[in-house]
C-alpha cells in the first residue's frame, strides 16, 4: 500500500531564510505527487504537481519540489521564507484507482512557523 | 477558478443525531471526494465519487455513507453521530481527465456532544 512520510512535524525559520521541507513517499509505479498548504480554518491550496517529466517543478508563491525516483522523495524548496508562509504543508501521493481517477494519500503535516 | 463549496464552517450536533454534510463544486467535475483532517494523523479519505449515483469506499468508510445524485453536489451523511466523529472534514473536486489535481472547500468544523 502506498504511504508518505514527512519526518518533521514542526519547522521554525527565520524570515528571509532558505526553507525545505521532506517528504518521502511509498508507491510501486510512477506517483503523482502533491504539495498543498493549509493555513489556519482554511482549507488545503495547491502549491504544486508532478505528474511526469521536468523533475524539478515551480509552483505558486515562489516555492518549487524536485521529484528524486532514486530516493523516493519529493521534497518542497524556497529560497526565502517570508511570514505569510507560516501554515501547515501537506505532501501527497496520488496512487490510480480506476475509472480514470486517483486517490490522495497524505503525510500527517509539517506545520511551518516564521519568526520575524 | 474553481470554487468548492461546503455548507456550513462549524456545526455542532449531538449523540445518535443523523447529520448531513454538503459539498457543491461548480466546475462540472466528476470526481468528488469527503476526507477527514485530524491533529497528528493529516488528512484521511472517507469516501469518494467518480460521478453521479457513484461512490467508493475510501480508508475510514465505518459511520458514514454518502450521496450523490446530481453532478455538482456530494454530501456526506453521518447516520448516528457519535463522539470520536468530531472532526474536519473537507471535500474535494477534480476534473476525470488526466493530471489534473484535487481542489478543496475550506472544511467543516464538526463538534459532535
Known amino acids: 500500500a502506498q504511504s508518505v512520510t514527512q519526518p518533521d512535524i514542526h519547522i521554525t525559520v527565520s524570515e528571509g531564510a532558505s526553507l525545505e521541507l521532506r517528504c518521502n513517499y511509498s508507491?510501486?509505479?510512477?506517483?503523482?505527487l502533491f504539495w498543498y498548504v493549509q493555513s489556519p480554518g482554511q482549507g488545503l491550496q495547491l502549491l504544486l504537481k508532478y505528474f511526469s517529466g521536468d523533475t524539478l517543478v515551480q509552483g505558486i508563491k515562489g516555492f518549487e519540489a524536485e521529484f528524486k525516483r532514486s530516493q523516493s522523495s519529493f521534497n518542497l524548496r524556497k529560497p526565502s521564507v517570508h511570514w505569510s508562509d507560516a501554515a501547515e504543508y501537506f505532501c501527497?501521493?496520488?496512487?490510480?484507482?480506476?475509472?480514470?481517477?486517483?486517490?490522495?494519500?497524505f503525510g500527517k503535516g509539517t506545520k511551518l512557523s516564521v519568526i520575524p | 477558478d474553481v470554487k468548492v463549496t461546503q455548507s456550513s464552517r462549524y456545526l455542532v450536533k449531538r449523540t445518535g443525531e443523523k447529520v448531513f454534510l454538503e459539498c457543491v463544486q461548480d466546475m462540472d467535475h466528476e470526481n468528488m471526494f469527503w476526507y477527514r483532517q485530524d491533529p497528528g494523523l493529516g488528512l484521511r479519505l472517507i469516501y469518494f465519487s467518480y460521478d453521479v449515483k457513484m461512490k467508493e469506499k475510501g480508508d475510514i468508510p465505518e459511520g458514514y455513507s454518502v450521496s450523490r445524485e446530481k453532478k455538482e453536489r456530494f454530501s456526506l451523511i453521518l447516520e448516528s453521530a457519535s463522539t470520536n466523529q468530531t472532526s474536519m472534514y473537507l471535500c474535494?473536486?477534480?476534473?476525470?481527465?488526466?493530471?489534473?489535481?484535487?481542489?478543496f472547500g475550506d472544511g467543516t468544523r464538526l463538534s459532535i456532544l
Open positions: 501527497a501521493v496520488g496512487t490510480y484507482s480506476g475509472a480514470g481517477s486517483y486517490q490522495l494519500t
Open positions: 508507491y510501486g509505479a510512477t506517483p503523482y
Open positions: 474535494a473536486s477534480r476534473p476525470l481527465r488526466r493530471n489534473q489535481p484535487q481542489h
